[in-house]
């Protein structure tokens, strides 16, 4: 009964983002997601009181995805950690969702705010990390960095889906760090990040493979 009520809530998710990801919090209905999801409002509302509660689910959904590997270079595992953000928002439509839901200012009743506060807090983390091991120039801030990166993100991904619908955010997202990171790293460091297109396509099928499961939908996978 437990796996089945599993089952069921992340039916309920997978619906939702479809639903979120396609009109936005307002004009999103509980009886949308109840028929996208192909269940009774009961059943909806024994795992989610309220919309509030179910975009608050997709959020969270979101963020319990795999973290990027642990590399020995701490700015390539940052680099790895926005392509492979930039690959999921081209493929995933929960990741989509999430966003949509973080930069939607109508839908007030949510914390909007917790995604960057953790996504900048992760940013944070892996320049001071490289800071300690030299990889990171000594006049920078972390934090500093963090939230300029993360909002210059935000504005790249929103011009990417109104350009192409994320068809081409991998190589903006590429074109940003590629003018980012010089004002943060050594350039021995720099020379040595990989900055490819497809390194957030690379990265997410060895962080899939890592957990046993399949690669997720999009452009054929190579790993090297």
């Not at 497809?198 to 493979?209: I, P, Q, T, W, Y």
Request: hydrophobic share 40%; net charge negative; proline share 4%.
């Amino acid at each position: 009964m437990q796996e089945r009520a599993i089952e069921t809530r992340r039916n309920i998710l997978e619906a939702a983002a479809k639903v979120f990801d396609e009109r936005g919090f307002q004009a999103a209905t509980i009886a949308d997601v109840t028929a996208e999801a192909e269940v009774t409002k009961g059943a909806l509302y024994f795992h989610f009181p309220s919309k509030e509660a179910l975009a608050e689910g997709v959020l969270r959904e979101q963020d319990g995805q795999f973290p990027t590997p642990e590399r020995a270079s701490r700015l390539q595992q940052l680099v790895d950690t926005v392509m492979v953000q930039a690959y999921r928002l081209e493929t995933d439509c929960m990741t989509r969702a999430g966003v949509r839901l973080t930069l939607d200012q109508r839908a007030s009743n949510i914390d909007r705010k917790g995604p960057f506060e953790r996504w900048a807090d992760t940013c944070r983390e892996l320049l001071e990390a490289g800071q300690r091991q030299g990889e990171v120039l000594p006049h920078v801030v972390p934090a500093d960095t963090a939230e300029v990166l993360v909002g210059a993100f935000a504005g790249i991904q929103a011009m990417s889906q109104a350009y192409s619908n994320y068809a081409d955010l991998s190589a903006r997202v590429g074109a940003l760090l590629r003018h980012v990171l010089p004002s943060v790293a050594h350039a021995p460091v720099l020379v040595s990040l990989d900055l490819s297109e497809r390194r957030g396509e690379k990265v997410s099928a060895e962080l899939l493979a890592l957990h046993g499961e399949e690669p997720q939908r999009g452009r054929p996978v190579t790993v090297g």
